[in-house]
């Protein structure tokens, strides 16, 4: 079936030997359970998620430095122990470089698409954060209209750059025809952002939510990352000392903030691409910022695993139904008895994501604001 898929071309296998060095990998161990492209093509069918490495950097800079980055990920990833037994793990191995930057793009969008196509979550190790439009353009070419979000201390809107990591949600949020439903920006740095710039990204009814933000209401991103269909994290919205990788700032998410960040993306049953970017190897302290993104990659891991025990919507039994109304408009909240997690009733009968705090707003008959912007987008 794999075979079928015609994505081997684009893909360079993994040199098992040298990630595990002599010893090989313990029993338990993620490296012991993951089915590698290494002399043979896996069996995409069997695999819940499926792992592509990506060192492509020329967005970022003039020339690749990072052809290692994935594998030193993969290295420190692989030697974690496997809890989640029901959660089947493949690694596709490198997405060979195109003699340009488009022709990476190209390359990885078609290996994206045709993995979701058959229903899998692809997760993209390496790169710079401009890779993020391979994820955007492998739902492009189904016309799938989606929503994204992004994590990242910047918000890549500057024109006037000549990179194109710094530029590429000019493309992805405005080029046209255009399949963004809504993008949601989480952890930007209100000093390294241009005040304009947020006042446009209003306009245009997205959402941005400031570091500070986010850190004193972790569990309100919850509902938006569950809306969302791509994910895309770039390194520069840690903290340094976390990850000594970022220059951009010293300050930023914790490493136990950004494990939570990808809970949430492994527990939404919408996100499809997740990938997790602006790893420089040469830039790293003792592998450092590579156990970070491991250990992200655990917790995306058990998201997906606690998402299972959710129910179908349809499914009414498992959920408990509250009605309210606020401001003169009747509408249900729904609360799933496995998950605790909630939703609210749009006037077009659709259910969005939403919080406890949402419900609670609408009880004192106060509009919230994830349904008035949700209202705004129609």
């Not at 079928?4 to 993994?14: R, S």
């Not at 690749?64 to 990920?73: E, K, Q, R």
């Not at 740095?189 to 947020?198: A, C, F, G, K, R």
């Not at 025990?309 to 008895?337: C, G, M, N, P, W």
Request: net charge negative; glycine share 6%; hydrophobic share 35%.
């Amino acid at each position: 079936m794999s075979d079928n898929l015609n994505i081997k071309d684009f893909l360079d296998p993994v040199d098992l030997n040298v990630l595990s060095g002599d010893n090989g990998y313990k029993d338990g161990q993620i490296g012991k359970r993951i089915d590698v492209y290494d002399s043979y093509f896996p069996d995409f069918m069997e695999a819940d998620i499926i792992f592509v490495g990506c060192h492509e950097e020329r967005g970022a800079r003039t020339s690749n430095t990072g052809y290692h980055a994935p594998d030193i990920i993969r290295s420190e990833f692989y030697q974690l122990y496997y809890w989640h037994s029901d959660i089947k793990l493949a690694d596709a191995g490198n997405i060979r470089l195109g003699a340009s930057l488009s022709d990476s793009y190209a390359a990885l969008k078609t290996v994206i698409r045709e993995l979701t196509a058959i229903g899998k979550t692809v997760v993209i190790l390496g790169g710079s954060h401009d890779l993020t439009l391979s994820q955007y353009y492998a739902n492009a070419d189904k016309k799938k209209v989606i929503e994204a979000t992004c994590v990242d201390a910047l918000i890549d809107l500057d024109i006037e750059s000549l990179k194109r990591s710094e530029n590429f949600l000019m493309e992805m949020l405005t080029g046209e025809p255009n399949y963004m439903r809504h993008y949601n920006h989480i952890g930007f740095q209100s000093y390294y952002v241009h005040p304009h710039m947020l006042e446009t990204m209003d306009k245009l009814r997205f959402d941005c939510f400031r570091v500070g933000t986010v850190k004193e209401s972790m569990e309100e991103m919850e509902p938006v990352i569950r809306n969302s269909n791509l994910f895309s994290f770039d390194i520069s919205a840690i903290a340094h000392c976390y990850a000594p990788v970022n220059r951009t700032s010293p300050n930023g998410l914790s490493g136990e903030d950004a494990c939570t960040l990808m809970r949430y993306a492994g527990l939404s049953n919408n996100v499809s691409t997740v990938g997790i970017y602006g790893y420089d190897a040469e830039k790293d302290i003792d592998r450092l910022t590579a156990k970070q993104i491991t250990h992200m990659l655990w917790y995306l891991i058990d998201g997906k695993s606690r998402s299972r025990r959710e129910s179908d919507l349809d499914q009414r039994d498992a959920f408990i139904e509250y009605h309210t109304a606020f401001a003169e408009v009747a509408t249900t909240f729904l609360q799933s008895k496995r998950t605790n997690r909630w939703w609210m009733q749009l006037p077009d009968n659709k259910y969005i994501a939403c919080s406890y705090k949402d419900y609670l707003l609408a009880s004192n008959n106060e509009i919230p604001e994830r349904w008035m912007r949700a209202q705004e987008r129609e």
